[in-house]
């Protein structure tokens, strides 16, 4: 079942990571699918791993920190209890403090994209409680 969405997310032709996260019991509502605010925590897992894939943490980013500035979802399918969500995660369409993190969730044994989405984050120095640049040699390994 595809829902209509009133979000059109556009997917960029590659992800550079991937990550698998099953789907618990907490993560369901009482429609018996994925919980609305279950999938962002599981979103949030995604980027986590994420940045360590690329040797980062969320507070140190070339030295910087990032914020989640904003988050857009467009859901394509329910997801159950039990079920293996396959997240795929790029940066993408950077601006001078920032990018989107877009992402895409499928059921990892039958493909069926669950949700897509994109996350905007800004490069933020905790030391001077400020937006700093996008560090270039973060941004450069999605050139």
């Known amino acids: 079942m595809t829902f209509l969405a009133r979000i059109l997310i556009d997917l960029p032709e590659r992800f550079v990571f991937s990550t698998a996260l099953t789907i618990y019991i907490n993560h ?3 429609g ?5 605010s279950a999938l962002l925590s599981l979103v949030s897992e995604a980027r986590v791993r994420f940045f360590k894939s690329l040797g980062y943490s969320e507070l140190d980013v070339e030295g910087l920190g990032i914020i989640v500035a904003d988050a857009a979802v467009q859901y394509r399918s ?11 995660m790029t940066a993408h369409d950077f601006n001078k403090y920032g990018c989107d993190l ?4 499928s059921e990892q044994d039958s493909g069926r994209e ?5 996350t905007g984050i800004i490069f933020f120095d905790y030391g001077a409680r400020k937006p700093a640049a996008a560090p270039a040699a973060f941004s450069s390994r999605f050139a």
């Open 28 to 30: 369901i509502n009482y």
């Open 32 to 36: 018996n699918h994925l919980d609305n």
């Open 78 to 88: 329910e997801a159950f209890h039990g079920e293996v969500l396959r997240f795929e």
């Open 102 to 105: 877009v992402w895409r969730a």
């Open 114 to 118: 669950v949700a897509r989405g994109k």
